[in-house]
Structures are given as structure tokens and as C-alpha cells.
């Protein structure tokens, strides 16, 4: 599978925390914890649950650069 | 300073490619490569240049996760 | 510290909404009031609460221009 | 018309910075200059020119809360 | 009206789920469903309801190509 | 592969349009035209061209419901 997004970071879903609508999904990377959220939809339709290998794609425009 | 974006990714900057009013920023982190896309006048009013020191802020909603 | 998004807009908290995961916090600037939305987490880290001086911060590719 | 975005800041065009594919479009409002990217073509179709009024839809989730 | 979206697909609504400030809003098209996640307070202040007419704005970047 | 994308739409891509640094993809789908908006560099690691069989992925959270 090839896709447009061009950062791609590798984890492991660590934790998941359900609302009504959304959820957020916690994934252990090289660079730390990394949030993801999501509907519930999406998250069953992956049937993703903790342990999970999973990757992160971050469009680049998506992102933010900050300089202290 | 305290921001609401829950990801934050400290790295170098490697790279910077500019196009007509868009360029793209390169930084290499623990998680490798990532890139970053702005307008040229933030790349200005960033003063940014390769061996700058940044963080790379991603909202959470703003990622995908995908599962092979 | 400086930042690549292109608008930045100060303003006044004068209200934050819960919900399970994700939350609304409402800011009164110049242009009315603005809202944004982050994660419960990204709330509590920040220490955010009714009275606080933010900035708002929009990348310019993440708003739509319409013309009637 | 009614239309799902949480936020809406009207002003004027006051300047068009054309790209190759991308344009940024600068609008005048209360709340100082917004800048606003978008693709060559939705200009085009928009038949946007300085002067002419318009307004900013951002959706909540696409603004990120700063605190100093 | 005329906006700076690239991309626009109408439908119908077929169900609105709500959450404790988030919303998801189904809509049937030619391409299928497709989801919406909006504020309650939008879709409040939409009066959004089953059988309404539609359009589904989205913008060029917010897009991610994958080919198999 | 499974998605954290709520909606997926299939089709073929007709055009591709290169700037200095982003492109534009167009695909011909169920619902008509959809344009990507890309950073050249994903359009040559996934050696995407004409004719290609894509999915265009796009977050629940990333549209704007519009109602005349």
C-alpha cells in the first residue's frame, strides 16, 4: 500500500479512551506518545485494540513548526 | 508557552525546499525523517534555516492511523 | 517563540465545554468569538481555564474563503 | 446558507499570491490580516479579486490554543 | 455562494449521532456514506436534520491518496 | 490494510498538476471530480500517474457540511 501522506511513524497503541462520538488512541513511537483521535465508527471498523502494531500518517501540511 | 496540540516532535532542520508561495520544511527526529509545509512568508517570519532547532506540533485529529 | 501558522488571533477564555474525550473552548477576540476544539488531555496540560489571555492559532491552508 | 464551520470572520481581499498549483489570498478583517491557501483553481472558479468581500470559515478543530 | 473548497459532493442526511460537544452527521451520496464530525453547536445553529439536502465541502489538502 | 478514515472513495486519476513544491491530483470518482492536493515528493515515492486506481481518504473531521 502506497499513500500520500508523507510522514509515517510506527508504534504500538498503548491505550484507548472512548467518548460518545470520537475517541482517542495513544501509540508508544520512537518519538514519544503520539495522540490519535478518531470516531468510534473508524476505531471498530479497524477493530483496533492495545498491543496493536500500528502507523501514524501525518499529511505536511498538516504540522506545525515552532522555534523557541 | 503551552499549546493545545497534543503531539510535539523536537528535531533539526535538514532541509528547506521553496516553491512559488509554499515550502516545505524537512526536520530529522527520533522518529525520522518529517516534513512540514507552510507559505513562504511563515518560513520569513520564522527566520528559520537548516540546523535550527524545532518542535513539530500535530493536533491529534490531524493524524490517521492505519493497521497492515 | 515563533511559529509557522500564518494567523494568530488574541483573545479572552470565556467558556469551556467537556465532553468524553474531546472539548469546546470559546475565545472573544476582535473578529466575535472564536471556538476551538483540542482533547480533554491537551486542556488539563495546559492548564486552561474561563479569563486566560491565548492566542489562536490557524494555518492558512486549514480556512475556507467563500464570497457570497 | 448555513454551513457546519464554528467559525466565520468576514473582511476583504487585499492582496493574491499566485503559485504554480497553490495561491495565498490575504483578507483584511477585525482581527488583522488572515491569510488563506488554497488552490489555483478554487480561485478561478471564485472569480476572487482584492476588494471583494468574503468571509473565513475555519472549523474548530482546526485552531491550536497557545498560552504564554 | 460561491467557495474556496475544491471539492464538493451533495447527499442527503441519513443520521446524526451526538456526543458531549462532538456530532457525527451521516450523509448519503453517489459515492456512498460519508461522515461529518462537526460541534453540536454547528449543527445546532445548521437546524441540521434527517432528509435535509446537503453539500460536502472538502478541501484538496485534506485529502489522502492511497493506491493499493 | 484498515484506516482510521471514516470515508473512502474509489476512482481514477486523470490529471496531475506540478508546482514548485505541491501537486494536484485529480481523480474521476462515483461523485464526480476530487482534487488532492499533495507535496511532490509523496507524488514520486508512491509513482502515482495517470490512469492509476486510487482511494481518496478523508477524516470525518476534515468536512464542512453546507445547506442552501
Known amino acids: 500500500m502506497k499513500h500520500g501522506a508523507r510522514n ?3 508504534g504500538t497503541v498503548t491505550e484507548i479512551k472512548k467518548g460518545g ?11 514519544g506518545n503520539i495522540s490519535s483521535v478518531m470516531t468510534l465508527e473508524s476505531l ?6 492495545k498491543g496493536d502494531q500500528v502507523s501514524v ?3 505536511a501540511v498538516n504540522t506545525i513548526l515552532v522555534k523557541e
Open 57 to 59: 500518517l501525518i499529511k
Open 8 to 10: 509515517q511513524i510506527t
Open 21 to 31: 462520538v470520537m475517541c482517542q488512541v495513544k501509540v508508544d513511537t520512537k518519538a
Open 44 to 49: 471498530d471498523s479497524m477493530g483496533l485494540k
